[in-house]
């Protein structure tokens, strides 16, 4: 790209990947939250079963959006001089392994799978994604990381 932005260069017909993928992990992991709450409130054992499902599935695209992700970081090296984006990408790696940690906990029986344990990892996990995600917009929206010269993503 001859522009002055930084580039993403893990991208299909110049349409960057990672911002397309990031969204499937970020609602599956707020999903988890929200059906962790629901369980916390009924004690109804399919929430806790939903919640499993939410992580399995936001951990497997995950890494697809990681690879994505690293491609970015790594291809410019305008992207690596951001603060931005190292708090976007060790943000990500702390919610990821929480996640991790997450999904094993929601392994065990529906009561000691989701409290209090699963729920607070859940709450850590969302949190965490606020803050990424802030940071995320803000290499898009501020360092016009991805974006053309002539404004067109």
């Known amino acids: 790209m001859p522009d002055g932005n930084p580039r993403s260069t893990a991208?299909?017909?110049?349409?960057?990947?990672?911002?397309?993928l990031v969204p499937v992990p970020i609602?599956?992991?707020?999903g988890t939250l929200c059906t962790d709450l629901a369980y916390a409130g009924s004690?109804?054992?399919?929430?806790a079963n939903m919640s499993a499902w939410f992580l399995t599935v936001g951990l497997l695209v995950s890494i697809?959006?990681?690879?994505?992700?690293?491609?970015?970081?790594?291809g410019d090296r305008r992207i690596r001089r951001l603060r931005a984006?190292?708090?976007?990408?060790l943000g990500n790696a702390l919610?990821?392994?929480?996640?991790?940690?997450?999904a094993f906990v929601h392994s065990r029986d529906a009561y000691t799978s989701v409290m209090p344990t699963g729920l607070i990892l859940s709450i850590?996990?969302?949190?965490?994604?606020?803050?990424?995600?802030?940071?995320?917009?803000?290499m898009v929206y501020r360092h016009r990381v991805g974006i053309r010269a002539d404004g067109a993503p």
């Open 64 to 74: 697809l959006v990681v690879i994505a992700g690293l491609v970015d970081f790594l």
């Open 43 to 47: 004690a109804n054992m399919q929430w």
């Open 11 to 20: 991208s299909i017909a110049g349409h960057p990947l990672h911002p397309m």
């Open 124 to 138: 850590l996990v969302v949190l965490i994604l606020l803050v990424t995600g802030w940071n995320g917009w803000e």
């Open 27 to 30: 609602v599956c992991f707020v």
């Open 85 to 89: 984006a190292w708090i976007h990408g």
């Open 95 to 102: 919610a990821l392994i929480l996640s991790i940690f997450n």
